[in-house]
Every structure is written in C-alpha cells, then in structure tokens.
C-alpha cells in the first residue's frame, strides 16, 4: 500500500525559510515522478511543484519559483521542500503526492496523496 | 485566476445525477489528459477519474469522466447519487507544461 507522510511544517515569521519531508513506502519510490500541492485555508487546491523519478526534469507553479526548491533522496525514499523568503500567501496545507503511474510528466497526474503538513507564516 | 474554469457549487438529490463541467480557457481541452479528484471535508484529495475518462480501482462506476471538444471542456458525471459523495470535485490539467487544478466545486447532496 502507497504510503506517504509529510513532516516539517511549523509556524515561521515572513521572509523565513522552512523544509517540508515527506517519507515514502510501499512502492518503489525512485520509479514514480513526485509532486507537492498546497491548500489555503477554505481555498482549493494549487499545484507548486513536480519532480521526476531520477530528478532530471522539475517544474513549479509562477508563484513559487524561485523561493521554493524541490529534491528527492532515492536512497531514502524522501522528497523533499525547501521554501525560502516565505511570505503569508504560502500559508496552507501542504501535501506530498505521488503519480499514479510510473509514465512520463504529461501521461500521469498526482494519484496517491499524503495527509498533508500545515505550514502558517505569520509575525 | 485558474485556466480550467469550474462552477463554485452544485447541488442535487441523491439518487438523481449530476454533471461537474470543466471549461478550459484557452488552448485545446483534448492537448492534454484531465484528472478529477474528490475532496472530503478535513480529507486529503483522492483521485476518482484520469486520463479523461478512466476509473481508478476501487471507485464506483456510478462516476464517469468525458470530454467535449466543442465546448473545450471536460466532464465528471456521478449518477445514482449518495449522500457520501458530498465533497469537493477538481479537474486538473496542464497550462504551459505547468499541471494546474480548477478552481473546485462543491457538490451538495440534499
């Protein structure tokens, strides 16, 4: 069973830095492209950031790049968020996703969810 | 603003069905392949349709997934409605090799 749980999230000031986790089991975790999604608080969901099986080919949202990094460890079946210069606007829920198949970027989708990490930012 | 452009809110009685419209703005809704997911309240999303039309194991076939080139968009359909498919439906897609997700609609069974 796709197991995934997201770790990390905490209340930080604006303008600070913070690195979400999420710890992956129960599959073959360097065969399957990631993704990080975040949720506002009543709002939908946004799309931030994919990373492939091997890290290769990366892609964030316009209103991350350039603050927020994405990475993996295969070794350890963790993916990884780093988001710096963190303003209220990234305030949210954050969840880590795996596709739900092992196809390339534009022939799969995030298919097996995580519960989320909270991250607040607020002074 | 998203570029799959959902309605906030629909509502209908259970056993009756009910169509989830997701209109994209621009480019072709058949470029890409389109995603649906449901999200409870308090629940993370799950995924009940991808690629247009397929139906992931374990999801009812009470709820089907198309596409209309005419009218650029895509549809979820749940028929025989139940009082447990009230949630929050989003279609997902691409713009600008970017996935992105519509705005989200909330489904009302009364």
């Known amino acids: 069973e796709v197991h995934l749980v997201e770790s990390g999230g905490a209340l930080v000031q604006p303008g600070g830095s913070l690195r979400l986790s999420c710890a992956a089991s129960g599959f073959t975790f360097s065969s399957y492209g990631m993704n990080w999604v975040r949720q506002a608080p009543g709002k939908g969901l946004e799309y931030i950031s994919y990373?492939?099986?091997?890290?290769?080919?990366?892609y964030y949202a316009d209103s991350v790049r350039g603050r927020f990094t994405v990475s993996r460890d295969n070794a350890e079946n963790s993916l990884y968020l780093q988001m710096n210069s963190l303003t209220d606007e990234d305030t949210a829920v954050y969840y880590c996703?795996?596709?739900?198949?092992?196809?390339?970027?534009?022939?799969?989708?995030?298919?097996?969810w995580g519960k989320g990490t909270q991250v607040s930012v607020s002074s | 603003n998203s570029m799959l452009t959902q309605p906030p809110s629909v509502s209908e009685s259970p056993g009756k069905t009910v169509t989830i419209p997701c209109t994209r703005k621009s480019g072709g809704i058949v470029s890409n392949y389109v995603q649906w997911y449901q999200q409870r309240p308090g629940s993370a999303p799950t995924i009940v349709i991808y690629e247009d039309k397929r139906r992931p194991s374990g999801v009812p076939d009470r709820f089907s997934g198309s596409i209309d080139s005419s009218s650029n968009s895509a549809s979820l359909t749940i028929s025989g409605l139940e009082t447990e498919d009230e949630a929050d439906y989003y279609c997902q897609s691409y713009h600008n090799n970017i996935r992105m997700f519509g705005g989200g609609t909330k489904l009302t069974v009364l």
């Open positions: 996703a795996r596709d739900y198949d092992s196809s390339s970027y534009f022939y799969s989708a995030p298919g097996h």
């Open positions: 990373i492939s099986d091997r890290g290769t080919t990366i």
